[in-house]
Structure formats: C-alpha cells, structure tokens
Antibody, heavy 117, light 108 residues
Framework: QLQQSGPGLVKPSQTLSLTCVIS??????????WNWIRQSPSRGLEWLGR?????????DYAVSVKSRITINPETSKNQFSLQLNSVTPEDTAVYYC?????????WGQGTTVTVPS | SYELTQPPSVSVSPGQTARITCSGD??????VYWYQQKPGQAPVLMIY???ERPSGIPERFSGSSSGTTVTLTISGVQAEDEADYYC???????????FGGGTKLTVL
C-alpha cells in the first residue's frame, strides 16, 4: 500500500512537497520503481518522475518538469518524496504516487494540490 | 518527450466488444500497460506487459500488439466497464514514461 501526505494548498513560486509512505514492500527493492504522477482536466495523466534502486539509486524525470523536480527515496522511513519548485497555477492537479515492477499496480489515494492565481 | 496516441472516445452497447487503440513509435520495443480509471478514483492496472492480466481482472479484458499499435479489447462489455482507459509505456531509451491521452468508454 501507498499512503500519501502533504499540503493541499501551495502558494505561487513556493515548493510543493508530498510524501508517499510504503507498506508491504521496500523502497530499496531491486525490482520496483516508485513514481509520481499528476492529473488535471487539461493534461490527463502526466508522469512526473521516478526513483528506483538497482544496486545504486536512479532517477528519471519528465522533460516538462526536469528543471524543478526532485524525487528522493528515504530508506530509514521506507518512503519517497516529491518536491516541485517554483509552482504556478498550472501545477494545480491531483498528485498520485504509484509503484510496480511491470507497470504501476499500486497507487496512493491521490492528493489534490491547488496553486491559486 | 515521448507521445502515445489514443482515440478520445469509444462507444459500445452492452454485450458487444470494445477495442481501444494506442499508438507510439517505440511500442514494438517496449511493453504497454493499460489502466482503468473511474471518476474520483485512482487508476487500476488492467493489463501489463502488453497482454498479461493481473489477478482479479476479468477475463473479458485482453491486450494485443501489432507493430506500433497496441489494442485493449473488452469482450462482452458490461455497464460497469464504463470508464476512462489509459495506455502507458516508455520511450526507446527506457528513461521516460508516457501515458496516452485517455479514451472514454461509453456503454450505451
């Protein structure tokens, strides 16, 4: 299971921070990947990035947010986090964490994040 | 960035067969995954590795691939299948994940 937490309102130009707590698996798994996805009416499902461990840590980020995003694994707490800097109203969306080895078979409950104009 | 193309909508009557396509240049080399999403819910994985069905997914859901196009087939569509369906894959370098734009399945 994945349990998300974080604020639902972020002011423009500030940093959006969300956490996804993992139960029933390990963030250090050698087979799973840990993803952040967002969804807005205008953009559908948009993959933001992922972190995964294959003898060392790797990160992949979407080109659209690459200059503003950081996804970090936190092994001591068995969780991973999303930080998105310099947010604008365009970043208003439902944010999901999701994981899996082949595809994303486990999803968090979703967090609605609003960036007011 | 890598793009996957889906039709915006598909409509079928109950009991008929629905086919939803997804096109992308890297699909001959990369697996495709299909998700079902109902309003207010997180997506659910319906098909993985092009044609495999996770446990608990009804047999009426199947996936197939041919070149740069993959297809989700729902045989004997039921009213409960009305939802948005998204394909997902990765680019040829396997570093960028992409979702299709989604297809709204309407059961008439």
């Amino acid at each position: 299971q994945l349990q998300q937490s974080g604020p639902g309102l972020v002011k423009p130009s500030q940093t959006l921070s969300l956490t996804c707590v993992i139960s029933g698996d390990s963030v250090s798994s050698n087979s799973a990947a840990w993803n952040w996805i967002r969804q807005s009416p205008s953009r559908g499902l948009e993959w933001l990035g992922r972190t995964y461990y294959r003898s060392k840590w790797y990160n992949d980020y979407a080109v659209s947010v690459k200059s503003r995003i950081t996804i970090n694994p936190e092994t001591s707490k068995n969780q991973f986090s999303l930080q998105l800097n310099s947010v604008t109203p365009e970043d208003t969306a439902v944010y999901y964490c999701a994981s899996g080895q082949y595809g994303m078979d486990v999803w968090g409950q979703g967090t609605t994040v609003t960036v007011p104009s | 960035s890598y793009e996957l193309t889906q039709p915006p909508s598909v409509s079928v009557s109950p009991g008929q067969t629905a086919r939803i396509t997804c096109s992308g240049d890297a699909l001959p080399k990369q697996y495709v995954y299909w998700y079902q999403q109902k309003p207010g819910q997180a997506p659910v994985l319906m098909i993985y590795k092009d044609s495999e069905r996770p446990s608990g997914i009804p047999e009426r859901f199947s996936g197939s691939s041919s070149g740069t196009t993959v297809t989700l087939t729902i045989s004997g569509v039921q009213a409960e299948d009305e939802a948005d369906y998204y394909c997902q894959s990765t680019d040829s370098s396997d570093t960028s994940v992409a979702f299709g734009g989604g297809t709204k399945l309407t059961v008439l």
